[in-house]
């Protein structure tokens, strides 16, 4: 069975930080492409970042550039996203995602963890 599960949502003030996890159970993840993505009640899932099978490449949304992280540690079979300076607008359910393959761009996401709740909020 091909599992990811996302952990380290939760309530935190504007300018705040989180740390969420992506672990994967069931298959490695050093052939896949690793995405995060989110949708806030009413809208549709947008992208937030990605990272390539190595960790050698990186994308972000427009949105999150410079206050928002991805990394990966393929030993421990488990993807990151470290969120800094959070604001209001980045309240939503964050999903990650797997993609096989090298890099992000043209990547086909088919595994799909459940999502964990990030609310923004003074």
């Known amino acids: 069975q091909l599992q990811l599960v996302e952990s380290g949502g939760g309530l935190v003030q504007p300018g705040g930080s989180l740390r969420l996890s992506c672990a994967a159970s069931g298959f490695t993840l050093d052939y896949y492409v690793i995405g995060w993505f989110r949708q806030a009640p009413g809208k549709e899932r947008e992208g937030v970042s990605c990272?390539?099978?190595?960790?050698?490449?990186?994308m972000y949304a427009d949105s999150v550039k410079g206050r928002f992280t991805i990394s990966r540690d393929n030993a421990k079979n488990t993807g990151y996203l470290q969120m800094n300076s959070l604001k209001p607008e980045d309240t939503a359910v964050y999903y990650c995602a797997a993609a096989r393959g090298y890099y992000c761009t043209g990547s086909h996401f088919g595994s799909w963890g459940q999502g964990t709740q990030v609310a923004v909020s003074s």
């Open positions: 990272i390539s099978s190595s960790g050698d490449s990186t």
